[in-house]
């Protein structure tokens, strides 16, 4: 089945950066759409980023310039580059895959992560 694995949360001061990884198995990784999404307390879920199966990435306008999502083939791991990291990134961050699209855009994922807590502090 599927599996989908994060790490690389923690706490960090603004400012910061973390890289998140995610290691996935049970299906085929390099011909898959995948991405991050983020949950803070409250507040709905975010799609943070996106890499399609053709390669091309989409990230929320608030991430634009900080955040980077990339995939390792060889390894069947994701990756979010956060840098500059502000106390409102503060979430937990889960690892997806299997886009959901409508229109062009993706607008969910079939398969999720645990999730790992990053904590942003001023």
């Known amino acids: 089945q599927v599996q989908l694995m994060e790490s690389g949360g923690g706490s960090v001061q603004a400012g910061g950066s973390l890289r998140l990884s995610c290691v996935a198995s049970?299906?085929?990784?390099?011909?898959?759409?995948m991405g991050w999404v983020r949950q803070a307390p409250g507040k709905e879920h975010l799609r943070v980023a996106t890499?399609?199966?053709?390669?091309?990435?989409t990230d929320t306008d608030s991430v634009k310039g900080r955040f980077a999502i990339s995939k390792d083939n060889a390894k069947n791991t994701l990756y979010l580059k956060m840098n500059s990291l502000k106390p409102e990134d503060s979430a937990m961050y889960y690892c997806?895959?299997?886009?959901?699209?409508?229109?062009?855009?993706?607008?969910?994922?079939?398969?999720w992560g645990q999730g790992t807590q990053v904590t942003v502090s001023s």
């Open positions: 997806a895959a299997d886009c959901v699209h409508s229109g062009g855009d993706v607008v969910g994922y079939n398969y």
């Open positions: 049970g299906y085929t990784f390099s011909s898959t759409c």
């Open positions: 890499i399609d199966r053709d390669g091309s990435t």
